[in-house]
């Protein structure tokens, strides 16, 4: 795969190759359907599962209603379960107070770990430490990257969103883009902000935010349309998820404008567009693989000792750049719900 070549900061470790091929070797779980919160029982019998004594987990994101990223992320999260003999707790709330609740309830449940997203890691400072006094370690993933050690996490899986911008700015450059127009889905969301900073970073030319309410996906294609319409020549559509990347296609459509659009993260429908030249180029930060080894490093902690990065860098997944030259070996995975 195309990885950007731009070197990472010395701080950030790189993910250990044995944990990596033991994440896609990892039997995948289908994801359950429910409420906010839903128990993944995986004690049934498989092959290599471990013999340790039975632990809990909570798994506690922002995920949004609808958001089919989060599915990718508990498909992993649930396989990596299902291998430890872990019973997975899963919730989520877009809103960042009730996001820190489901964290207070895990705290309350007495779990053995919990991984928790930082979307907005002012929300969760206190619920996050109220863990940490209580003795249950806690892993991030996703989001907070420039957060987590100052809130005492003991480990973070994900890309370094800034990172990304970056890179995705300069592959901008390289296709000609002169105008470009980067959604953000929530405002707030600190990785979300960091993906289009750094895209105005390093792209050459003019770029602006554009802001939707991402719950709401007729109004996303509605206020893309409006955009395009007002600004002839806008002529590069940046998303920052696959199912506003798709929903930008319609916009892009129905304002009649001959803007391009490239996006953040992956899904099964985006390979296709990618297929049929209706998406540019992906960045893919590999969200199976963060729901994987949040779990995964739970279980080593408790069962072993072992906590990866040294507490002082996190272990990055992305980013990862998908286009035409290399989406048919993505979307075979893509199809299984693993990347």
């Not at 996050?128 to 370690?137: H, R």
């Not at 050459?204 to 996303?220: A, C, F, I, Q, R």
């Not at 129905?254 to 567009?273: H, R, Y």
């Amino acid at each position: 795969m195309d990885r950007t070549s731009r070197r990472r900061p010395r701080r950030y470790a790189a993910i250990a190759a044995a944990t990596a091929a033991a994440a896609l070797l990892a039997a995948g779980c289908s994801s359950s359907s429910g409420g906010k919160q839903a128990e993944e029982d995986s004690g049934t019998a498989s092959a290599g599962k471990a013999s340790t004594p039975r632990m809990t987990v909570a798994l506690v994101t922002h995920q949004a209603p609808g958001d089919t990223f989060w599915d990718i992320v508990r498909k992993g999260a649930e396989a990596a379960a299902a291998k430890d003999n872990v019973k997975l707790i899963y919730s989520s709330d877009p809103n960042a107070g009730t996001q820190a609740n489901l964290v207070q309830n895990a705290i309350d449940q007495k779990v053995d770990g919990i991984a928790v997203t930082l979307a907005k890691p002012d929300a969760m400072k206190d619920v996050v430490a109220k863990a940490t006094k209580a003795g249950i370690p806690v892993v991030g993933l996703n989001s907070g990257v420039d957060d987590w050690k100052s809130l005492g996490l003991m480990e973070y899986f994900g890309q370094d969103e800034g990172v990304a911008g970056e890179a995705l700015g300069n592959k901008l450059n390289e296709t000609g883009a002169k105008n470009a127009v980067c959604v953000i889905q929530e405002q707030g969301h600190v990785g979300l902000e960091a993906r289009c900073a750094g895209v105005k970073k390093t792209f050459k030319g003019k770029t602006e935010n554009l802001y939707v309410n991402g719950t709401d996906m007729p109004s996303v294609k509605s206020t893309i349309t409006a955009k395009l319409k007002q600004d002839s020549s806008i002529d590069q559509v940046v998303t920052l998820g696959a199912p506003f990347a798709l929903t930008a296609v319609q916009s892009v459509s129905d304002a009649g404008s001959e803007a391009k659009v490239a996006t953040f993260d992956l899904n099964k429908q985006l390979t296709n567009a990618i297929k049929d030249g209706d998406i540019e180029f992906a960045v893919d930060q590999q969200p199976y693989l963060q729901g994987y080894l949040a779990v995964d490093s739970l279980w080593l902690y408790k069962n072993n000792g072992n906590y990866m990065g040294g507490g002082e860098a996190p272990v990055l997944t992305g980013p990862a750049f998908v286009d035409k030259s290399n989406v048919d070996t993505v979307a075979e995975f893509a199809a299984k719900g693993t990347r």
